[in-house]
């Protein structure tokens, strides 16, 4: 019995989903046309003819993984307390990692020139939420709201970069992972002074 042949949108499709383990595995620099075209069972030419060589297929995975990941971590903040929105944003990261391995590694590993969109961009989106969420956390509490950008790049950068361990380690559990990251952030920031100084004189 004779394989139906994939429509456009099918190939499509399945060289994304080759080309996006293949990445993840080998880097943008690693990735040849050559290895993703046999992996996926076609010639070479069908690959350029869908996205015209391994930088226009980057190109959309890395925009799929963005638009996903971007999506996941917004709604994570939209609504609840402060402590909640914390939680939630946290484990949303994780929840991420854990389930698109192959989609945060490429989003963290591999930076394209003139790529308008990649995971530090994602970063400063997600900096400009909670800065906008710290900014009135502050104000309610009579802290400078002017910092509270400040705070957000501090919060932001904890979490990116414990995901980013995380990503290869795996243990502890995620859930264990989140409530040690929520402890610092909240207990930092319910414990915190409206003048920090440092001990020592520099």
Same mark, same amino acid.
């Given at each position: 019995?004779?394989?139906?042949?994939?429509?456009?949108?099918?190939?499509?499709? #399945?060289? $994304?989903? %080759? @080309?996006?383990?293949? =990445?993840?595995?080998?880097? %943008?620099?690693? !990735?040849? %046309?050559?290895? $993703?075209?046999?992996?996926?069972?076609?010639?070479?030419? &069908?690959?350029?003819?869908? =996205?015209?060589?391994?930088?226009?297929?980057?190109?959309?995975?890395?925009?799929?993984?963005?638009?996903?990941?971007?999506?996941?971590?917004?709604?994570?903040?939209?609504?609840?307390?402060?402590?909640?929105?914390?939680? #939630?944003?946290? $484990?949303?990261?994780?929840?991420?990692?854990?389930?698109?391995?192959?989609? =945060?590694?490429?989003?963290?590993?591999?930076?394209?020139? /003139?790529?308008?969109?990649?995971?530090? !961009?994602?970063?400063?989106?997600?900096?400009?939420?909670?800065?906008?969420?710290?900014?009135?956390? =502050?104000?309610?509490?009579?802290? *400078?709201?002017?910092?509270?950008?400040?705070? @957000?790049?501090?919060?932001? /950068?904890?979490?990116? *970069?414990?995901?980013?361990?995380?990503?290869?380690?795996?243990?502890? @559990?995620?859930?264990? %992972?989140?409530?040690?990251? &929520?402890?610092?952030?909240? *207990? /930092?920031?319910?414990?915190?002074?409206? #003048?920090?100084?440092? &001990?020592?004189?520099?």
């Amino acid at each position: 019995m004779a394989r139906q042949r994939m429509t456009g949108k099918e190939r499509r499709e #399945q060289l $994304i989903s %080759v @080309g996006r383990a293949v =990445f993840a595995e080998r880097g %943008v620099d690693g !990735t040849s %046309v050559e290895e $993703i075209a046999q992996r996926a069972g076609v010639s070479k030419p &069908v690959v350029y003819e869908h =996205f015209g060589g391994k930088e226009g297929l980057y190109a959309v995975i890395v925009d799929r993984e963005m638009l996903h990941l971007e999506s996941v971590i917004t709604a994570s903040l939209g609504e609840g307390a402060w402590r909640a929105r914390i939680e #939630q944003a946290v $484990i949303a990261l994780l929840t991420y990692v854990e389930d698109n391995t192959d989609g =945060f590694l490429i989003l963290v590993r591999d930076q394209v020139p /003139g790529e308008e969109r990649s995971y530090s !961009t994602l970063l400063n989106t997600a900096v400009g939420q909670v800065s906008h969420i710290l900014g009135s956390a =502050f104000e309610h509490r009579g802290l *400078n709201p002017d910092l509270a950008t400040l705070y @957000g790049q501090a919060l932001v /950068g904890m979490v990116s *970069n414990t995901a980013q361990w995380w990503l290869d380690e795996r243990e502890p @559990g995620k859930e264990i %992972v989140a409530a040690h990251i &929520v402890n610092l952030c909240w *207990n /930092g920031l319910r414990g915190m002074e409206a #003048q920090p100084k440092l &001990v020592n004189e520099y």
